[in-house]
Protein backbone atom coordinates (compact mmCIF):
# COMPACT_ATOMS: atom_id res chain seq x y z
CA UNK A 1 0.00 0.00 0.00
CA UNK A 2 1.44 3.27 -1.01
CA UNK A 3 1.94 5.86 1.75
CA UNK A 4 -0.82 8.50 0.55
CA UNK A 5 -3.51 5.57 0.63
CA UNK A 6 -2.34 4.15 3.81
CA UNK A 7 -2.88 7.76 5.83
CA UNK A 8 -6.39 7.83 4.02
CA UNK A 9 -7.53 4.03 4.98
CA UNK A 10 -5.94 4.79 8.67
CA UNK A 11 -8.05 8.08 9.27
CA UNK A 12 -11.27 6.53 7.08
CA UNK A 13 -11.10 4.40 10.48
CA UNK A 14 -10.50 6.46 12.81
CA UNK A 15 -13.84 8.36 14.87
CA UNK A 16 -14.64 11.78 14.17
CA UNK A 17 -12.30 14.00 15.46
CA UNK A 18 -12.60 15.85 18.47
CA UNK A 19 -9.45 18.46 17.33
CA UNK A 20 -10.27 21.12 15.54
CA UNK A 21 -7.96 19.60 12.99
CA UNK A 22 -7.26 16.58 12.87
CA UNK A 23 -5.15 14.21 9.85
CA UNK A 24 -4.87 15.89 6.61
CA UNK A 25 -2.75 19.11 7.10
CA UNK A 26 0.45 19.72 7.39
CA UNK A 27 -0.38 19.80 11.24
CA UNK A 28 -3.11 19.08 13.17
CA UNK A 29 -4.83 22.00 15.66
CA UNK A 30 -5.91 20.97 19.54
CA UNK A 31 -6.62 23.29 22.26
CA UNK A 32 -5.16 25.92 20.56
CA UNK A 33 -1.66 24.18 19.87
CA UNK A 34 -0.77 23.50 16.47
CA UNK A 35 1.14 19.79 16.39
CA UNK A 36 2.87 18.07 13.49
CA UNK A 37 5.48 15.13 13.60
CA UNK A 38 8.27 13.89 11.42
CA UNK A 39 10.13 10.77 11.29
CA UNK A 40 13.80 9.87 9.66
CA UNK A 41 15.05 7.02 8.30
CA UNK A 42 18.61 5.59 7.45
CA UNK A 43 18.55 4.36 4.08
CA UNK A 44 15.59 5.84 3.24
CA UNK A 45 15.65 9.64 4.13
CA UNK A 46 19.05 9.75 4.18
CA UNK A 47 22.17 7.61 3.49
CA UNK A 48 24.57 5.89 6.08
CA UNK A 49 27.45 8.52 4.89
CA UNK A 50 25.30 11.48 5.62
CA UNK A 51 26.93 13.54 8.81
CA UNK A 52 24.44 13.72 11.96
CA UNK A 53 24.67 17.46 12.08
CA UNK A 54 22.70 17.21 8.29
CA UNK A 55 20.23 15.04 9.44
CA UNK A 56 19.13 16.00 12.55
CA UNK A 57 18.69 19.76 11.13
CA UNK A 58 16.78 18.25 8.16
CA UNK A 59 14.39 16.47 10.79
CA UNK A 60 13.97 19.64 12.96
CA UNK A 61 13.33 21.69 9.57
CA UNK A 62 10.44 19.37 8.27
CA UNK A 63 8.49 19.84 11.49
CA UNK A 64 9.00 23.23 11.77
CA UNK A 65 8.06 23.65 8.25
CA UNK A 66 4.87 22.19 8.67
CA UNK A 67 4.13 24.99 11.53
CA UNK A 68 4.96 27.58 9.39
CA UNK A 69 2.57 26.36 6.24
CA UNK A 70 -0.02 26.55 9.00
CA UNK A 71 1.14 30.33 9.53
CA UNK A 72 2.09 29.23 13.27
CA UNK A 73 5.22 29.35 15.12
CA UNK A 74 7.27 26.27 16.40
CA UNK A 75 7.80 26.56 19.98
CA UNK A 76 8.50 23.31 21.54
CA UNK A 77 9.56 19.38 20.35
CA UNK A 78 9.74 16.38 21.64
CA UNK A 79 12.82 13.99 20.11
CA UNK A 80 12.78 10.60 19.34
CA UNK A 81 16.18 8.11 18.86
CA UNK A 82 16.23 4.68 17.74
CA UNK A 83 20.37 4.80 17.95
CA UNK A 84 22.51 1.60 16.46
CA UNK A 85 25.68 0.36 18.45
CA UNK A 86 28.55 2.44 16.12
CA UNK A 87 26.21 5.73 16.69
CA UNK A 88 28.18 9.08 17.80
CA UNK A 89 26.33 10.20 20.63
CA UNK A 90 28.77 13.11 21.18
CA UNK A 91 27.82 14.34 17.30
CA UNK A 92 24.12 13.89 18.04
CA UNK A 93 23.73 16.04 20.88
CA UNK A 94 25.79 18.90 19.40
CA UNK A 95 23.69 18.59 16.19
CA UNK A 96 20.42 18.53 18.68
CA UNK A 97 21.59 21.00 20.50
CA UNK A 98 22.48 23.54 17.59
CA UNK A 99 19.33 22.92 15.34
CA UNK A 100 17.09 23.67 18.24
CA UNK A 101 19.20 27.22 18.81
CA UNK A 102 19.01 27.59 15.30
CA UNK A 103 14.77 27.42 15.13
CA UNK A 104 14.75 28.77 18.43
CA UNK A 105 12.27 25.57 19.78
CA UNK A 106 12.42 23.97 23.30
CA UNK A 107 13.15 20.73 24.32
CA UNK A 108 10.51 19.20 26.51
CA UNK A 109 11.14 15.50 26.30
CA UNK A 110 11.21 12.68 23.75
CA UNK A 111 12.49 8.93 23.99
CA UNK A 112 15.68 7.05 23.34
CA UNK A 113 16.20 3.23 22.48
CA UNK A 114 18.22 0.94 20.60
CA UNK A 115 18.54 0.18 16.68
CA UNK A 116 20.01 -3.47 15.16
CA UNK A 117 19.71 -1.99 11.86
CA UNK A 118 19.88 2.07 10.89
CA UNK A 119 19.21 4.89 12.82
CA UNK A 120 16.05 6.44 13.21
CA UNK A 121 15.00 9.80 14.41
CA UNK A 122 11.75 11.26 14.50
CA UNK A 123 10.41 14.21 16.25
CA UNK A 124 7.33 16.22 17.54
CA UNK A 125 6.75 19.52 17.51
CA UNK A 126 4.33 21.87 18.93
CA UNK A 127 3.74 25.44 17.40
CA UNK A 128 2.01 28.06 18.20
CA UNK A 129 -1.13 29.93 15.52
CA UNK A 130 -0.79 32.96 14.17
CA UNK A 131 -3.90 34.83 13.50
CA UNK A 132 -5.19 33.11 10.79
CA UNK A 133 -4.87 29.08 11.08
CA UNK A 134 -3.32 28.69 7.04
CA UNK A 135 -5.05 25.16 5.68
CA UNK A 136 -4.88 23.35 2.32
CA UNK A 137 -8.65 23.08 1.95
CA UNK A 138 -9.41 27.54 1.37
CA UNK A 139 -8.25 27.79 -2.08
CA UNK A 140 -10.70 29.46 -4.61
CA UNK A 141 -11.01 29.75 -8.27
CA UNK A 142 -9.71 33.14 -9.60
CA UNK A 143 -7.03 32.79 -6.59
CA UNK A 144 -3.22 33.69 -7.49
CA UNK A 145 -0.72 30.95 -6.84
CA UNK A 146 2.38 31.53 -5.23
CA UNK A 147 6.25 29.58 -4.36
CA UNK A 148 7.45 31.53 -1.48
CA UNK A 149 11.16 31.12 -3.24
CA UNK A 150 12.84 28.75 -6.53
CA UNK A 151 12.48 24.59 -5.99
CA UNK A 152 14.32 21.90 -7.71
CA UNK A 153 17.56 22.39 -6.34
CA UNK A 154 17.17 19.78 -3.49
CA UNK A 155 16.56 17.26 -6.40
CA UNK A 156 19.79 17.90 -8.24
CA UNK A 157 21.69 17.22 -5.32
CA UNK A 158 19.92 14.26 -3.75
CA UNK A 159 20.64 12.42 -7.28
CA UNK A 160 24.02 13.45 -6.85
CA UNK A 161 23.79 11.92 -3.38
CA UNK A 162 22.41 8.71 -4.61
CA UNK A 163 25.18 8.42 -7.14
CA UNK A 164 27.36 8.55 -4.31
CA UNK A 165 28.49 12.12 -3.89
CA UNK A 166 29.18 13.27 -0.56
CA UNK A 167 27.53 16.85 -0.99
CA UNK A 168 24.97 16.81 1.75
CA UNK A 169 24.00 20.67 1.85
CA UNK A 170 20.29 20.34 0.63
CA UNK A 171 20.00 18.68 4.22
CA UNK A 172 20.70 22.21 5.19
CA UNK A 173 17.68 23.93 3.24
CA UNK A 174 15.80 26.46 5.93
CA UNK A 175 11.84 26.27 6.88
CA UNK A 176 10.33 29.45 5.94
CA UNK A 177 9.48 30.61 9.29
CA UNK A 178 9.43 34.16 9.17
CA UNK A 179 7.09 34.22 5.90
CA UNK A 180 5.08 31.57 7.87
CA UNK A 181 4.02 33.81 10.61
CA UNK A 182 3.88 36.61 8.14
CA UNK A 183 1.06 34.73 5.94
CA UNK A 184 -0.78 33.82 9.26
CA UNK A 185 -1.17 37.06 10.03
CA UNK A 186 -1.91 38.21 6.68
CA UNK A 187 -4.43 35.53 6.33
CA UNK A 188 -3.72 33.88 2.59
CA UNK A 189 -6.62 31.49 1.39
CA UNK A 190 -4.95 27.93 1.60
CA UNK A 191 -0.88 27.02 1.90
CA UNK A 192 0.85 23.73 2.48
CA UNK A 193 5.03 23.10 2.49
CA UNK A 194 6.83 21.26 -0.23
CA UNK A 195 8.01 18.66 1.21
CA UNK A 196 6.92 15.70 -1.68
CA UNK A 197 7.38 18.23 -4.32
CA UNK A 198 5.49 21.35 -6.37
CA UNK A 199 3.81 19.03 -8.48
CA UNK A 200 2.18 16.58 -5.32
CA UNK A 201 1.60 19.45 -2.92
CA UNK A 202 -0.33 21.70 -5.18
CA UNK A 203 -2.25 18.25 -6.09
CA UNK A 204 -3.18 18.35 -1.91
CA UNK A 205 -4.29 21.81 -2.26
CA UNK A 206 -5.91 21.06 -5.10
CA UNK A 207 -7.88 18.18 -3.51
CA UNK A 208 -8.74 19.61 -0.27
CA UNK A 209 -9.87 23.06 -1.87
CA UNK A 210 -11.62 21.07 -4.81
CA UNK A 211 -10.18 23.10 -7.51
CA UNK A 212 -8.09 23.28 -10.49
CA UNK A 213 -4.67 24.42 -10.16
CA UNK A 214 -2.91 25.50 -13.32
CA UNK A 215 0.93 26.40 -12.91
CA UNK A 216 3.13 28.25 -15.54
CA UNK A 217 5.83 26.57 -16.48
CA UNK A 218 7.33 30.43 -17.66
CA UNK A 219 6.89 31.78 -13.99
CA UNK A 220 8.66 28.64 -12.21
CA UNK A 221 12.33 30.58 -10.99
CA UNK A 222 15.27 29.39 -11.76
CA UNK A 223 15.16 25.60 -12.00
CA UNK A 224 13.51 23.71 -14.80
CA UNK A 225 9.83 22.98 -14.76
CA UNK A 226 9.47 19.15 -15.60
CA UNK A 227 12.60 19.21 -12.50
CA UNK A 228 10.94 21.94 -9.96
CA UNK A 229 7.33 20.00 -10.08
CA UNK A 230 9.31 16.91 -8.73
CA UNK A 231 11.71 18.23 -6.30
CA UNK A 232 10.90 17.17 -2.68
CA UNK A 233 11.97 18.48 0.48
CA UNK A 234 12.45 21.53 -0.59
CA UNK A 235 10.42 23.43 2.65
CA UNK A 236 9.50 26.00 0.39
CA UNK A 237 5.72 27.19 1.09
CA UNK A 238 3.29 27.12 -1.44
CA UNK A 239 0.07 29.20 -0.99
CA UNK A 240 -2.70 31.11 -2.64
CA UNK A 241 -4.21 34.22 -2.54
CA UNK A 242 -7.68 36.04 -3.62
CA UNK A 243 -6.75 38.44 -6.55
CA UNK A 244 -7.74 41.54 -4.96
CA UNK A 245 -5.07 41.14 -2.28
CA UNK A 246 -2.47 40.01 -4.14
CA UNK A 247 -0.47 43.47 -4.82
CA UNK A 248 -1.05 44.43 -0.68
CA UNK A 249 0.48 40.77 0.04
CA UNK A 250 3.42 41.08 -2.28
CA UNK A 251 3.97 44.81 -1.03
CA UNK A 252 4.11 43.34 2.61
CA UNK A 253 6.44 40.59 1.94
CA UNK A 254 8.86 42.62 0.43
CA UNK A 255 8.40 45.20 3.29
CA UNK A 256 8.87 42.49 6.15
CA UNK A 257 10.61 40.04 4.88
CA UNK A 258 13.24 41.73 2.20
CA UNK A 259 12.79 40.02 -0.62
CA UNK A 260 10.27 38.48 -2.93
CA UNK A 261 7.65 35.70 -3.70
CA UNK A 262 7.15 34.15 -6.96
CA UNK A 263 3.95 34.14 -9.03
CA UNK A 264 3.66 31.03 -10.38
CA UNK A 265 -0.23 30.36 -11.61
CA UNK A 266 -3.68 30.46 -10.32
CA UNK A 267 -6.74 28.61 -9.43
CA UNK A 268 -9.16 27.56 -11.44
CA UNK A 269 -13.00 24.89 -11.07
CA UNK A 270 -12.16 21.62 -11.75
CA UNK A 271 -9.57 19.45 -10.54
CA UNK A 272 -6.13 18.29 -10.74
CA UNK A 273 -2.58 19.98 -11.09
CA UNK A 274 -2.05 21.31 -14.62
CA UNK A 275 1.24 22.55 -16.64
CA UNK A 276 0.21 23.31 -19.90
CA UNK A 277 -1.92 20.24 -20.83
CA UNK A 278 0.30 17.95 -18.55
CA UNK A 279 -1.44 16.84 -15.15
CA UNK A 280 1.34 17.11 -12.73
CA UNK A 281 -0.62 16.24 -9.40
CA UNK A 282 1.14 12.78 -9.06
CA UNK A 283 4.50 13.82 -9.85
CA UNK A 284 6.67 13.79 -7.15
CA UNK A 285 8.41 12.15 -4.05
CA UNK A 286 6.61 9.61 -2.31
CA UNK A 287 8.16 6.99 0.25
CA UNK A 288 6.34 4.14 -0.57
P1 LIG B 1 3.64 16.43 5.53
O1 LIG B 1 4.36 16.09 4.27
O2 LIG B 1 3.09 17.80 5.56
O3 LIG B 1 4.44 16.09 6.78
P2 LIG B 1 2.31 13.91 5.33
O4 LIG B 1 2.12 13.67 3.87
O5 LIG B 1 3.44 13.26 6.03
O6 LIG B 1 2.34 15.50 5.57
O7 LIG B 1 0.99 13.54 6.10
C1 LIG B 1 -0.28 13.95 5.64
C2 LIG B 1 -1.25 13.92 6.82
O8 LIG B 1 -1.38 12.58 7.31
C3 LIG B 1 -0.82 14.75 8.01
O9 LIG B 1 -1.96 15.38 8.55
C4 LIG B 1 -0.23 13.73 8.98
O10 LIG B 1 -0.37 14.15 10.32
C5 LIG B 1 -1.07 12.49 8.70
N1 LIG B 1 -0.34 11.22 8.95
C6 LIG B 1 0.75 10.75 8.30
N2 LIG B 1 1.14 9.55 8.77
C7 LIG B 1 0.28 9.24 9.76
C8 LIG B 1 0.15 8.16 10.67
N3 LIG B 1 1.00 7.11 10.66
N4 LIG B 1 -0.88 8.19 11.57
C9 LIG B 1 -1.73 9.25 11.60
N5 LIG B 1 -1.66 10.29 10.78
C10 LIG B 1 -0.67 10.32 9.88
MG1 LIG C 1 3.89 19.59 5.15
Given at each position: MKEFEFIKRLASGL?????EIGIGDDAALSGGVLMAKDIMAEGV??????PLRNIIFRLFTANVSDIAAMGGRAKRVLLGFAKP???NSEELIQAVGRAAVFYGVEIVGGDTTSSKNGFFASLTVLGEPGGHVLRRSGAKAGDVLYLSRPVGGALELLEKELR????????????ETKLGSFLGEFGVSSCIDISDGLGRDAGHIAESSNVRIMIDHELIPMYPPERAVQ?????ALLFTVPPGKAEELERGIHRSLGRPVHRIGKVLSGEGVYMGDK????IGWEHS
Open positions: DKPLSHFSSDASGLGGKDFSHYLFEASGEEFNVSL
